[in-house]
């Protein structure tokens, strides 16, 4: 799996979760079902190659000074738990997903230039984390 990857089980977007929908790594910082159920039981995600896992639970952190001192932020990790489907998404497919979310957010500068992007983005990695800018 290569991260960041994207929620493409997510329907209709929203302005409030935009930033739900993709992951950087496969840790979050609450056991909350609430959000758990929301976010991510049975989601389907896309990687950067294009490769297509769902998510089949969530494993609290072993270490109990981690419990301990769970009300201080990023101490209290839960690790997504991710299975292969075996599926790819074409990048067609997921450029498609894409324009189809971002049609659903409220319209200013930056979903044009965002559309913009998505439209010449050339791989999957380019589609989820944006093109890199050389920094030679």
């Not at 089949?56 to 209290?76: A, H, S």
Request: proline share 3%; hydrophobic share 30%.
């Amino acid at each position: 799996m290569k991260f960041p990857i994207i929620n493409i089980s997510t329907e209709k977007w929203n302005d409030d979760d935009i930033l739900d929908y993709i992951l950087f790594s496969n840790l979050i910082y609450t056991d909350k079902k609430s959000i758990f159920d929301k976010y991510y039981r049975n989601k389907m995600f896309c990687d950067c190659d294009g490769n297509v896992f769902k998510v089949n639970g969530l494993e609290k952190p072993k270490e109990k000074w981690r419990d301990w001192l769970k009300f201080l932020p990023g101490i209290y990790r839960c690790k997504i738990r991710f299975e292969p489907t075996q599926k790819e998404m074409a990048v067609n497919e997921l450029r498609d997903y894409f324009l189809n979310g971002i049609s659903d957010l409220t319209k200013n500068d930056y979903t044009e230039k965002w559309i913009a992007d998505i439209k010449n983005a050339e791989n999957h990695s380019e589609l989820i984390n944006g093109k890199q800018k050389n920094s030679g």
